[in-house]
């Protein structure tokens, strides 16, 4: 069997098979009365089944190990995976069931990004404008902050129907493309995997939503949003950016939220509503058009950036700062992490 019919095989399965367990999930949910009910603080308005980020996490799982053991993808990216991400999430399981305190959560992220970073092993230097520039101890210390981050913001931006699923899909998919365009070898694919997995979950996560992932699923898609672009840029840096790049419409956001909650003395871990993604939807009354749009932003205008930076015609800062420039304005247009926006 060919490579190519090999990965299409196995996408296609994927799909299936985490609609499937998502349904079963679903079903379970139901049964023991593991619902999401609004509050204050909720975007949707009717209880909804959470915990639904299990079934695609099992499912890439499964067929990551598949991808490994057909050489697709090596040892040690599995072994990241495999070991941070199952942490990452059954923490998110058990918060989902019954909240824990911020403090063993961070514990636990922290321990999982350190898991990640020791099988990546040691850094590359950063090319920046020409220049390769080596980071040493700093350079791993802002790694884990980076894996930190990303499982905390893509958990903070699962807050409407689909939009953490189609910006992960999406995401994906140019990670996949720029890797393979940009790079070598087949650990792509990976990202491939990714993406089938979520897009049989988004199948009932698409607005109006009929299961939410909860924490066990928003906090492993951000693990392997970092630990991919991480392991993409240990081989090929200027890549990295590429990455980077993709996660602008989350990384803005949740950044710039986070931000202006700080400045204000805010604790900026405890739920709210003010990020501009979740103003939209109140806004334009719809969480389908607020997740469509960071859909086609993704595709329409951070991928097309992220494959010239990819192709070597930008410098890859100078790609970020463009790429990142009008989301910027969109996060300040829709408020993002304004007080009054959290009562709106």
């Not at 941070?84 to 918060?95: A, K, M």
């Not at 909860?214 to 090929?236: E, M, N, P, V, Y």
Request: hydrophobic share 55%.
């Amino acid at each position: 069997m060919s490579d190519a019919l090999f990965l299409t095989g196995l996408a296609v399965l994927a799909v299936v098979a985490s609609w499937g367990s998502t349904v079963a999930v679903r079903r379970y949910a139901l049964a023991v009365d593991l619902l999401d009910h609004p509050n204050d603080r909720s975007s949707h308005t009717v209880p909804t089944p959470r915990g639904g980020g299990v079934a695609f996490v099992a499912c890439f799982l499964l067929f990551s190990m598949l991808l490994w053991k057909r050489g697709f993808i090596g040892t040690s990216l599995i072994a990241a995976i495999a070991g941070g991400g199952s942490l990452v999430t059954v923490l998110g399981f058990i918060d989902d069931r019954r909240p824990l305190p911020a403090r063993v959560r961070f514990l636990c992220h922290a321990i999982a990004s350190a898991w990640v970073l020791w099988w990546l092993g040691p850094l590359p230097p950063v090319p920046l404008f020409g220049v390769e520039i080596q980071l040493g101890t700093a350079g791993l210390a802002l790694a884990l902050a980076y894996l930190v981050w990303s499982i905390n913001l893509f958990n903070f931006m699962d807050g409407i129907d689909g939009v953490a699923s189609i910006e992960l899909i999406t995401l994906m998919l140019g990670g996949a493309l720029v890797w393979r365009l940009g790079g070598t070898g087949s650990e792509w694919s990976a990202s491939l995997v990714l993406a089938a997995s979520v897009t049989g979950f988004l199948l009932l996560n698409y607005p109006p939503a009929r299961i939410f992932m909860g924490d066990a699923g928003s906090g492993f898609l951000g693990l392997l949003i970092a630990t991919l672009s991480l392991w993409c840029g240990r081989d090929h840096p200027p890549l990295f950016w590429s990455w980077f790049i993709l996660y602008g419409c989350f990384m803005v956001d949740a950044t710039t939220t986070l931000l202006r909650r700080v400045w204000r003395g805010e604790r900026f871990y405890e739920a709210h509503r003010s990020h501009a993604y979740q103003y939209a939807s109140r806004r334009h009354g719809s969480h389908k058009l607020v997740s469509l749009a960071v859909g086609a932003i993704n595709l329409l205008w951070l991928l097309p950036v992220a494959l010239v930076v990819a192709t070597g015609r930008i410098n890859g800062l100078v790609g970020v700062l463009v790429a990142y420039a009008p989301l910027v304005w969109l996060a300040y247009r829709y408020k993002a992490g304004d007080r009054a926006a959290q009562v709106d």
